[in-house]
Structures are given as structure tokens and as C-alpha cells.
């Protein structure tokens, strides 16, 4: 069973039932997630051995987070905990034309006061083979850029593959590093790369448009700036309205442009958490040797069952991610 | 800050939650609405000053009622309280081929034993810019249609703006008067008239069509009936079934026919109170002197953003229906 | 009042709220059903004088299986008690692109149990007009076969017609009894046959398609195998995927092939079900003499609104399908 | 199996859940009761044959309180629908020091637009062994104070015994009659009355007290101005607060007084409906010739256990009351 | 109309339902208190015009918590926005031997980061009558400390009563001050004083103990400290356990000391917010000019009825509260 | 850490939400518990490291299951799975006189058919320190039984310390062995009893009574019998009724009996599992080296706070029970 580490924040959500506005109830529904979090729970139930590092509030929420994340395989062994609250946020869930829309409770959490050198990360990654990280957790504070930078040298020496999503977030990069710079490092130290035009031209300060001609252009360029990526995998999304999207992937190999069957949601349930999905989708194609063509339609039928699923996390198991994959999308129900 | 008065009963709705029928739960979501109040709690949002006169039930229900229009922003001074019950509204709720059913408990309710003398219409319209009615009020019971009469001509002596919505509706007008002729006295006394070829027909005796041309010509012969008509709004709607709408908009100032993109609503949440989204839209963009174009986006933006919306009133703000107005009806989560 | 009687297992369905999986909820909903259940139900809704025969657990559960099917009218006098547990099964419900799953625990039920000698036939076919049958009560074990089979021999005597939805399910037909030998026993005592291609290719062996020319060629086999079926109903779907399916149904009346309009179902509510909906407006069109073309359109119809009603039997009174039937899909808003 | 019939409105009760103020939710339970209703349900419950004679609206909420009857095993074949709506009430619960408060809304319901001489009272009696009535009916209106004075005509002349419960509720009583004058006519047509001291100083004009010695001599006196009255039941409450009573009872059989153990209820769940409850177990007893202590423990039993069950009417069975009675109050789970 | 004003953090409180862990539910309840704020919505809700000053977030959970101040009544306008989050607290409830927990998030809230001279307090105070405050305000940072030492100041100026309820919370008081110091310079300030000998012994540095005679040496001892201080009330509570307590009050106006009848709940609902009732509950009596008696009585039946209440604030209203102050215990249901 | 494992039936708990009857609503709520499985929950969240083995369904809800296992830190490795369902069993919950009632769904389930070679035992002993069995394991099947003594007779080789709560339970026992039998064979393996006269008497054919001269002279007899044994732990419960309990314990360890102080349990939330929750109490005081007297606190106090926590396991932490050990039982609330 193949090991894959995490590091970053674990938020819990609050959001209404159904479509309701936050003042037209008394009743929230709470989920546990953050995007590396996410694709900890997606792999472990996938089957893959997974390790979850971060920090919890030490209270009865920051344990309601770990009994969340326990409960589905994840092991917590090394998340610390501390006197802050845990991260949150609060969403109000849109549909059709309107806009769902988050408010994060997240600058002063538990996590982004962790220690940099306070994580024991040879031992963490003994026996790992894979660590993933995204854009999300340097973005916070210096503390977690740090750990973050660490944990990748560590990973370097002991052989570990890195993958990354080094999405920008605006509404972070508040603590003073600039964005560009601090990527751009980690990247460098990475060997598979997840996102496309809009992370290549902040990585690179190019002007690529989503054209596949430009993300094969623009992935021949970020291999020249960052020779330790080998593949580059990228999804792109056009959408009706809030409730109903069309997603397709692509990757490159260093030599080839794949693509995949672009599927069509046509209800949504859950946006959210939906790129962590596709990001654990590539780990598992990658872990198990598929091809590029089979990576890339596990990976988009991850990321197009998670729509359909609440919560953060993705919570489908192999064979119904793998029946998607395999061009089934009938969604026919199974007695 | 504009003031708009609006004038009319305050209902609460029932419902059992999701697509359930009556008799199949235990359990009911409860609403406070009515058309002329859901004028005013989405105007309120939209940052006008605005209050509300009705007449509710002394009780903690007619209580309940008004705290959720005081949660909402409006001012409830001069809404009456009495012995009789808070009007009432179940609803069964329809989904694609099966039509949503409503019953209603409203006959003998605390609005319809308002008596007429005893509102302090001058005090009320003191610094109004605008007042609101509907085709419901007068149809109910004399007391009602005398009352509304009344507040019509003080608006007309203090100069305050008046728009209509007189929608005939089937099921009330059982006191005695005849909706035609009740009607024409009130709409004599209007400024916007908000409706169409169903309202123009009622009015005129005339038999319009939905077409732009029978719109134009049935404005005209309106605002020939009703001299004090300035512009007149109309919203139309086609249908796929009860969960798939496409609605459109058009407006005549007196010399040019305007219309505004369709939007379509491919997952209806709440079907409810549509209408009075549109005619605050209405308001809104007459009383802050948008121009044709801009007003008619802007109520069918509003009219739009409330298909998605639990409950009788618009509780979209400014920015969400404004984002809808000027194009974008993609619905992006907004983080 | 024509009177239906209906012979099969009474299960309770457990099901979490909204899309979530087992694991992520500590509520679940509860809802009764079972196929002939269902028919039963929807039939005492329509209007028919309708009993159900079963064998129930003897506890509180047992009790609320039969308090759900009283509220709907079902008289349940001849329904027996039992040590053994209520037939029960979960469902994860699905979603766009994501199956639904079904878990059955109904191997060791009460009804499993009946002693095929104890049900009083006669009695409970005094005044019948119909006796519905499905092929999952021959598939429980012996004693579900032989009750069911004398069901049939009796009911020839006393000239009740019968109708059968013979549908083979995998996972069943444990018990030693060849599926295809059993069925073909008590289809020949049938006279209204409910299936197409599959359960021809089933029973005869053939190797029909799905297209119309093999409905009418499969249904003139059938009909000279079992000389006792007059009329064949067969309905067909085709799905874009879990949340939006195309409905159409076809009958063979031993000389002509009818079909209806199909019904496009964009947003379905409840899948389950829709079969037992259909039934149940053949069984009514057959019973009120309603034409080929009238019966195919309200068993369609009836099928379409079950997709848009919560649990298992179609609820949906006379005027609800009615409206349907005669074209009006547009589930306008009835106030 | 012994026949009762009842007559009464049947109202639906909608309450916030929990202890919640009705402004703090946007959920409300639903319950269906109605004094006479909730004995029909209990003695159904508790396997008598009972029918319930009233009058609902003709509308999905009318025919789900019929079908909360008809899951009780009540027969409704008599109630008639109209157009007015179905009889509410909202219910604000109460705990310890606080009041629970309800508000009506039955003013002009269906029951009380029933018609004297639309109900078929002879057929409806036909092999009934008993009908009860309540104070309630007859304070409504004068149709439904002669529909009740008809059906005790026929009651008496069909020998079917009648028990009344001729509570004297303020806030009814509106329509002209006076309360007195009337109960007077209708005791007098009834064989069991169920009542105290209150009763009597009303029918009486006297000034009992709630004394035994009080009961025993009102008794006497109710006796010998409505001689066919035969036994008196008369159940007696002390309470800490609203959370914690302890209640009693006595009857009075022409000779003896009788008393039983009073029981402590130190966690009323729902305190509405236990004199319903108490009401259908002096109807049980007398129907199945208890003793006088038994009937008295019995109907004890039954209104204790009324407090620990939700909604109107009492739902125990005939073993849940008959341990009670027998002076088990352990109430130790049973596996 | 009296005319009140308080200043403080409005929270959101989170909590599971019923008494599950968190860990235990996807569902939480949301209700919005502060120890100030629920002080102003009590006044309001019993008639007085009450104004709340605060700094809420500029996002949809700010804008929930100022609607449901709003839906009772409490002018807002002067409540500030800001970039930070709400202060939040989530609770899991106890019972019985069982310690509910509470676990804060205000830490960096949008009110701690008011700016001291931001608040219009002329203004504000204009007709006022009454102002109150509470020792959790200085508690939480400088800004906080000097705008309430601002206000005291102003409202001194402009003859506005001041009311204190200076409880010192451990787990605040982290900026610098001490609690002692800066509290004494803030009850030098007010009129009316809320605490008993835990108070007492943090102003004064004395050892007294919760018996009457020591109340009386230590207001005498307070007084004399402080002498604006005109009235001191003090609450004690007696707990069986969680569930059930018993609760008095005394007071000493500078001659006398006043007690009134205990108060048992033998239930409790909701133990939070208790003391701000209270308080409530003493500036009315004030307000109003209740002799000293009476303003304990009703100070202590509105601590009372809280505990029967769900949410942090006693949305009792004043016959609610009377009916308890005059005696009445029983919680008889009021129909 | 301590190792503790622990054998037995993972069941499934669904219940109505509040006190309703199963009738009354369409929502249950789930749990997952069993006796043994309840013994790991709690140890878990003491802080022993632990594992439980079982049998359960190999679909969704035998996962969910787990799930809740793993995320309160019991380790599931050696769960297997099976074609048979999850063990369930439905709650009506009581109150005050009204008996809670349990109805079984297990006799089929997966772990009645788990094969008695089929678990590797001395794999899962290899560092454990502790073994706790039940006497609802042997009572299932020959299976379970066989299983279950193979486990004793290793435990014992690999010096295991084994608990036991031989609890019989009728409706059990139905595969063909003795109880009595069957039990003394496991008994003899065991070190620690928990039990008191009813375990004595089905035993040993003795007739002791509830005091403390019998709970002597039995465990004087057992251990005689027994002489593995090495201490015996009983706990009592007297009740007001379903809703008031008040529960204490002792202990015989061979020459001296110990007691604890007796607590009242006021307002039960509840009833199932308690005793589950005394024996991990014991258990941790015995592996934790307490005293006699400070096992018995800490046990009695588990015991009374599981009353107040909803579902099967006692998911108190150790600072929660410890402050009741020490006598603080006033559940006073932590900020």
C-alpha cells in the first residue's frame, strides 16, 4: 500500500441547509476539509496509506476535526495542537445565477501559529512515497512557508515524489513574502505539477491563454524553469451557471499532449473541494503506473463525481470513480 | 436614502421541506411573505428606507411575522394588531412535471377586518418617495379596497409616486365589487403600471396578445385610459416545467418599446414571489433614475436571482442582483 | 369502486437526507414501500378500493409499515405478524454522473417466512377485480412461490384478471427454484403483462432488442406461449444520467402496437419506484376502460410524476396525473 | 370488537420544535388532534372499531390529517370536506416556570360550516356500542350544536351509550347560545359524564370545591338533575411547574366513591391531550366491564402516559397503559 | 418610551443539537447573543427603545447577527463593520453531572479592533436614559477598555444612568491592563451595580463570603470606594446539578437589604445568558420605578424564565416575566 | 499505552428523534454501538490504544460503521467482512412511565456467521494487555462462541489480563447450548468479573439477593468456583422511573468490599449503554493500577455521565469522568 503524506489546514465549514441565506436559519450544517486535507481523505479511501500533518485547536472542535479525518483512514499521529481556534469558513450556497460566497475565519488559526522546525519530517516521510502540497499553505504566514520549504528539502533527500497545486489564492499572501517569489521556490522543488495557464503565468510572468496550444507552451516552458517537474496536468472548467458545469482535463509528458472525454454535470451538488479531488485523482493515477490517458480520465471522473457529493472531501471510493472513468456516466442505480 | 411605503397583508407560508407532500412529514418550514411586503423586505435590502402597513394578528405568530420584516430592515410603526388570525398560505411544492399546489387560509384573516379610516396616511407618506400596491389588496375585502383607495389619493396630494402591480387573481374578489371596476378607480391614480397583456385585457376589455407589437399597442391604449401612467414594465416567462424557466423582460416609456436579454433559470429552488423581486427591481431602478435599459436589466436580474432564493421575499443584495444586470450570469463562487 | 388486491413484501427504506453518504450523517429518512406495495398504495390514491397481503414483523416497525399503508387508504385486515424482522433496505442516493446504491436486508424477513397455506384467497378475492403480481415474490424463497402461485389459482377460479411485472432481479432466486421455469408457471395464469425485450428474452429464451418491431414481435410471442395475456405494457427510459432520464411506454393489444408521447424527466426527485407507478396506471386505465392510447398516456404520466414525489409509491392523486396524461407537462404553479 | 363513534373537529397543531419561541425557527412540527378525535385514536389504538364524524377542508392538508386518522385505524368514511380551511392551532411550548401559550385559528374552519342535517347519524350508528362528546363541539357554532343535539336523539333512541366531556373552554361560546343552557340539554341525553367540580358549578350553579366530599355531593347532585347519567370520572391535577405534575382520579358510581394511586409525572414531554387520554380509558374500561378501580387506574394509567407521548393523542397501546395501571411506573426498557 | 443603551461584541453561538458531542452531528444550531447584547434585546423585547453599539464583520454572518438584533427590535445603526470575523463561541451542552464546554473564537474579532474614538457617543447618548456595561468590554484589548471609558465618560456628562455587571472573566484580560485597575476607574462611573462578593473581593480586595450579612458589609465597603453607586444587586444560585437549579436574589439600596422569594428550575433549557436576563431585568425595574421588592422579583423571574429559553438572550416578554414575579410558578398552559 | 481489544457485534441503532413512536416520523437517527464495541469506544478516548474485532456487512453501512469506530480511534484492522447485513436493532425511547422498547434485527448478520478459526488471535494479542468479552457474544451463535472461547484460551496463553460482563440475555441463547454451560467455560477463563447476584444465581444455581452481605458471600462463591478470578465489580440502579435514576457500585477483591458514594442521574438523556460505560471504567482503573475505591469512582462516574450522552458509547473524556470521580457533580459549565 503506497504512503502519501499532506501538510496544511484543516477548516472546518458552516453553511445553511438547502440554499438558504446565513439570517433565514438556525441551523448550520458543519463539514471538515482544506484542500490538502482533502486529498488525504480522498486517497485514503482510495485505498492508499495517508498521513495528514497540521494544527488543531486543542477543544472539542480541533478533535471533532481529527475524529472526522480518523474516521476516514487518515492518520493524525502528527497533528499538533495549540491554543487557537481552528480555522473556518462560512459559505451561503448559490445556484443557477446567484453566486455562492465564502467568509474565512482563518487568520488566526491554530495552523498558521505551528512551529516551522517543531515537525519531525524524516520520520513522517519513512517509508512515504508520495507528499502533496498546494499554494494554499505558504499563503498563510512565514511560520508555514517555512515548514512548508522544510518539508520539501526533507522529501528531496529522502527520495519522495512531490506534487503540487500551487493555485494563488487572493485574500492571502498577507505576512509579507510575495507570492511569486515563494512559489517559485517551492515549485523548484517539486516533480509534479498541477494547474495550468492562469499558475504559469504568475509562476513565469507570461501571458499564456487556455488554448491547449498555449498550456502545451506553457508547460514546455515551466519544465525549462523548474527541470524537476516531469508532468504537468491541468483541468479547465466552462459552466452554464452555479449548478451546472462541463470539465476536461489535460496533461503534459515532457512530450505529448493527452486529453481526456470532458463530462458534463448537470446538477451540482458541491463545487467545493472539487480540484482537490481531481489533484488526488492524478496522485492515485501516478502511485499506480496508469497511463497518461488513464490518469487523466480517473482524475476528471474524480473531480466530476466529487460535484456530487457534500462536503469538502471526496468521498467515492475506487469503483465508482473508476466506472466514470471507464466512459459510464450514466449514473445508473446499482441494487 | 429613498423612503418606500408599501401597503398590503402579511402572510406566513407553510411548507414541508423538499419535495415532500403534506401528508408525508412531520415537520414544515415556515416563511413570512405576502406580495407587497416582499416589495418591501427586498427594497430594504437594497437599501432603501422602507415600512411596511398591514394588520396582523395579536399573537406570538403575527409577532414572529413582524420581527422577520424588522430582521429584514422594515419599519412595522404603523401595522395594526388584532383578534383575528395571521393570513396563512400551505403550499405543496411541484418539480418538473408536477405543478406546485397552494391553500390558502387568508378569508377571515387580521388584515381583512382593517378598518379603513384608521391609518394615518399622511403621517405615513410624510418624506415617501414611493408607494407600492398590488391587485391583491383591494380583492379581498371592502374594508381593504377603501383603505388602499384612501392611501392612493393622499399619495396623490403629497406627490408620492405610486406604482401598481394589479394582477387579477382568481380565487379572491368575493366581497361584492367587480375587479374591473375596483381596479380602474386605483390604477387612475398610478404612475408605473407593472404588467401586460393579461392585466391590459382585464382593464380595457381589449384581447392583446403576449406579442412585443400587442405590447406596445396595449401600453398605449392604457396610458390613453389612464393618463397618469408614465411607463409601464412587463415580464414574461416560457417554461420547460415547474424546475426550468427562461424569463425576459420589456418596458414602454411612451415613445420606445425596451426589452433586456432572457436569462434562464435551469434549477428553479423557490418560485415564489418572482414577481414582487421584479416590481422591487422596478422601483429600485426608477427611484435611482437608472435609465430604461438599466431598470429593466436590473428588475429581471432581480426577478432572476429570486428563482434561487428559499422563501416569499428577494433577499439578494445590491452587488449579487447587479453582478446578474450587467451580464454575468455564470454564478462564480465568490471567495 | 373496483377493488385491487396486491401480494408482496412490505420493506422500509432507509435513506440519508440530501446526497450524503452513510458514513457522513446521523439522521436517515425512513420511507415504506415494496413493488406491489406501491401499486397498492398508488391505486387507494386514485381512488380504488385496494388490499394488500403480507407478513409483517410483529413489532413496533411492523406496526408503522402498516400505519403508512392505512394513512394511503390500503386496507391491511389479512396482513400477518411474525417473530422474524420487517424486510429492510438502505440507499445511498445518487447523483448526476453517481450511481445510487442499494443495500437489502430482507433475506431472513417476516415475509420471507409466510406459510404458503395460511392466506385465505377466497375470502380476500370476494368482490376482487384484479389481483398484481411482481416476479421479486416468487424470487424470496418456496414459501413465497407456492403462496403466490396458489394466489394465481385461485384467482382464475374466481375470475379476477390478473396482471404481472414478471422482472427478474439478480441477487434473488437463492431458494433452489429456476427463475425462468418458475415464472413461466405463473405467467401463464396471468392476463396483463407488464415488461418487454427483457423479460421476453427471459421467459422465451429470444433474443429480442429494445426497438418497437422487436416489442411487437417479442409480444406475439409471448402471447402464444401464454394465451391467457391479452394485452402487453412496456415502458422504456433513456437517461443522460442519475438526475435526468426520458421516459415513453408502448402496449401491444394483440393487433396493434400503441405508443405515447415521451416525457422528459430534467431534474428527477426519487427514482425508485417509477416502475410501481407505472403498474398501477396501467391496472387503473384497464380497470375504467379507458382506451390503448389513454391507458399508455396515464401509466406514463404516472410513471413521470413518481420521478418528482419522495419514497417509494407514487403518490400523486387522479388530477396530478390526469394533467399530465392530457399534455400538460408544464407543472404550472396551482394556487 | 366493541364500536365507538366520536364527533368533533379535527385541527392541526403546528409548534416550533424543541423549546423554541415561533420567531426563532423556520421549522415547525406538525401534529392532528382535536379533543374528540384523540379519543378515536387512542381506543382505536387501542382495538376498538372507532369512526370519527367531522368535517375538514378539501385540500392536501385536510387529506393529511385524514390520513393521520386513517394510520390510526380510524374510520373516516363520514367526514365531509368543504371549502374553508382545516381548524389550526400554534403552539408555543412551555418549560418549568414558563407558560406554554396557544393561539387558535378556527374561527371559520370546515367543521364549523358543517350542515345540521348533512350527517347520516343513524347509519353511522348502526352496530356502534358507544359515542362521545365533548364540550368543545357545541361552543363552535349553532350548526354544530344541533348537528351534536341530533346525533344524542338518534344516540339515545339506537341505545348507544354516550359519554361526554363538558369542558367549558373560554374564548369559544361566541355564536349566541349560551353555555350553560346548552350543555344542560345535551348532559342530559348522556350516560357517563367525565368531569369535576368546574362541571358541575357550571351546570349546577353551585360552589364545589375540588374536595372529595365536594365531588361525592356534586355527583349526587348532577345525578339527580340528569338522571341518566349514570357514573361520574373526574380526574384531579397538582403540578410543581410545567414541566412536573402529579395527577389523580375518582369516580362516582351512584353508591361509592372511588379513588386510585396518584402518579408523578417528573418530565412531561406534551402535556396537550391527556384528559383525551383519560377520556378514552374510562370509555375502554366501561366498554370491557372493568371494575371501578380498574377503569379508574386504567384511565390513570392512560393520561400518564399521555405526558411522555408527542403530539395529541395518546399512541400507547393496551400493554404500555396496562403495566401503568397495574402499577409498574418503572418504566424500564424492554428488550 | 425609556431609551437604552449597551455596548459590546455580538457572538455567534454554535452548538450541536440536543446534547451531542461535537463530533457526533453534521448539524449546529446558530444563535447570536453577548452578554451586552442580550441585555438590549431583553429591554426591547419588554417595550423600551434599545440601541446596541458594536463592530460586526462586513460579511453575510455580520449581517445575520445585526438581522436578528434588528428582528427584535434593537436599533443598530451605530454598529460599526469591519474586515475581521465575528466573535464566535461554540458550546457543547451538558446535563446532569455533565459540564457543558465552551470554547471561544473572538480573540482577533471585528470588535476588538474598534477604533476608540470612532463611536459617536453624543449622539448616541441623546434622550438616552440608561446605559450599561459589563466587565467582559475592557476585558479584551485597549481599544475596547478606552472606548467604553469614553462612553461612561460622556453618559456622565449627559446625566445618563450607568449600570455595571463588572464580572471578571479568566481567559481574558490578556492585552496588558489589569483587571482590577481598570475596572475600578469604570465603576467609579456608575450609578447601579450588578455582583455580590466575588466582585466585591476583585474591586475591593476584601474576603467576603456569599452570606446576606457579608452582601450588606460589602455594598456598605462599595459604596463607600465608589460613591456615584447608588443601588447593588446581587443573584445566587444553589445547583443540584446541571440540569436543575434553584436561583434568589437580594439587593441593597444604601439603607436596607431586600430579598425575594428562591425560584427553582427543576428543567433547565438553556443556562446561558441567565445573568444578562437579570440585569434585564433590574434596569427595567429602575426604569420603570418598581420599589425595591418588585425590581427583584422581576429581576429574578426574568433570570428564571431564561433558563427556559433557547439562545443566549431572554426573549421573554413582560407578562411572561410579571406572571412570575407575582408568584405564579405554576407554568399552566395558556390557551 | 495500554493495549485493550475487544470482541463482539457491531450493531446499528436507529431510533425516532424526541420521544417519538417509529409511526410518527420519517426521520430516525443512527448510532452505532454493541456492548464490546462500546467497552473500545470509551477506552479509546481514555487514551488506551485499542482494537475491536468483529464481522460486518461488506457494503456502505458496514463501512459507515467502521468509520465511526476509526474516527474515535479504535483500530478496525482485523473487522472482516461479510455478504450478511450489519446487526441492527430500532429504539422507541421512554420517559418517565413509559418503557423505551428494543426490537433486534441481528439474528442473520454478519457476525453471527463469522468463521471460529478464521481470526489470527495471537497476532492481535501480540502486545495487548487486556481482554474484555461480554456474554451477549456466546449467545449468538456456535460460531461466536467457538470464537470467542478460542480467543479465552489464547489470552490466557499470551498472559492477557480478560474482563468479563456475563450478562444473560433472554431472547438469546437459541443455537443449542446451555447458557449456563457455555458461560462457566469462558467465566473460568476470565480474571475480572462484573456482575452481581443475577450473574451469581444463573451461574452458580444460587439465590442471592441484591444486598451487600449477598454480593459477599457470592463473589466468595464464584471466586471458589472461579478461582481465576481475581476481583468482581457490580454496580446497582434504583429508579424513580424511566427518566430519574440514581446508580452506585461496589467491588469484592477477595477480602475486602468496597463501595462508592451513589449519584443521581435527574434527568436521564440516555439509558443505553451504561453499563457498557461502567466496565470501561473498571477496566481503566484496573489497567491505570487505581485503588479499589478510585476504580469504583471512576467507573460509577463513567457509568452516570454516559446517561447524560447520546448513543451507545461513552464518548466522555477522561477529565469529564474524573471530575465526578472526585465528587464534583454539580455539572457546572467550563468556559
Not at 460566497?101 to 513522517?124: D, G, K, M, Q, T
Not at 506534487?163 to 509579507?176: H, I, V
Not at 458534463?264 to 493515477?285: N, P, Q
Request: proline share 3%; with cysteine.
Amino acid at each position: 500500500m503506497k504512503k502519501v503524506v499532506t501538510f496544511g489546514e484543516i477548516l472546518a465549514r458552516l453553511t445553511p441547509p438547502g440554499f438558504k441565506k446565513m439570517a433565514q436559519t438556525n441551523q448550520l450544517e458543519i463539514y471538515y476539509g482544506g484542500t490538502e486535507t482533502n486529498v488525504s481523505v480522498s486517497l485514503s479511501i482510495l485505498g492508499c496509506q495517508t498521513m495528514h500533518v497540521s494544527r488543531v485547536s486543542d477543544d472539542f472542535l480541533g478533535n471533532a476535526a481529527l475524529s472526522n479525518l480518523k474516521s476516514n483512514g487518515v492518520d493524525t499521529s502528527y497533528v499538533q495542537k495549540g491554543e487557537e481556534p481552528l480555522g473556518l469558513y462560512f459559505v451561503e450556497p448559490g445556484a443557477v445565477v446567484r453566486s455562492g460566497v465564502i467568509s474565512y475565519n482563518r487568520n488566526h488559526s491554530a495552523f498558521r501559529a505551528l512551529e516551522p522546525n517543531s515537525i519531525p519530517w524524516a520520520a513522517i516521510f519513512k517509508n512515504a512515497d508520495w507528499f502533496h502540497w498546494t499554494g494554499i499553505t505558504p499563503a498563510h504566514s512565514e511560520n508555514n512557508f517555512l515548514a512548508l520549504k522544510e518539508a520539501l528539502m526533507i522529501a528531496k533527500e529522502m527520495k519522495v515524489t512531490v506534487s503540487c497545486d500551487p493555485a494563488y489564492r487572493t485574500g492571502l499572501w498577507k505576512y509579507g513574502r510575495k507570492a511569486e517569489d515563494a512559489l517559485k521556490g517551492l515549485v523548484a522543488l517539486s516533480d509534479v505539477f498541477i494547474g495550468g495557464a492562469e499558475q504559469f503565468n504568475e509562476l513565469l510572468g507570461t501571458d499564456f491563454s487556455l488554448s491547449d496550444e498555449d498550456f502545451k507552451k506553457g508547460s514546455i516552458a515551466l519544465k525549462a524553469e523548474f527541470p524537476k517537474i516531469k508532468t504537468i496536468y491541468d483541468k479547465t472548467r466552462t459552466g452554464k451557471n452555479a449548478s451546472w458545469h462541463q470539465i476536461e482535463a489535460r496533461m503534459w509528458n515532457g512530450k505529448n499532449l493527452f486529453s481526456c472525454e470532458p463530462i458534463e454535470i448537470t446538477h451540482i451538488v458541491d463545487r467545493i473541494g472539487t480540484g482537490d479531488a481531481f489533484a488526488a485523482g492524478v496522485i492515485f493515477g501516478e502511485l499506480n503506473n496508469y497511463s497518461e490517458k488513464e490518469t487523466l480520465a480517473f482524475a476528471n471522473a474524480a473531480c466530476a463525481i466529487k460535484h456530487t457529493i457534500e462536503g469538502d472531501a471526496n468521498l467515492a471510493d475506487f469503483n465508482e470513480i473508476n466506472q466514470i472513468a471507464r466512459g459510464n456516466t450514466s449514473g445508473r442505480l446499482i441494487r
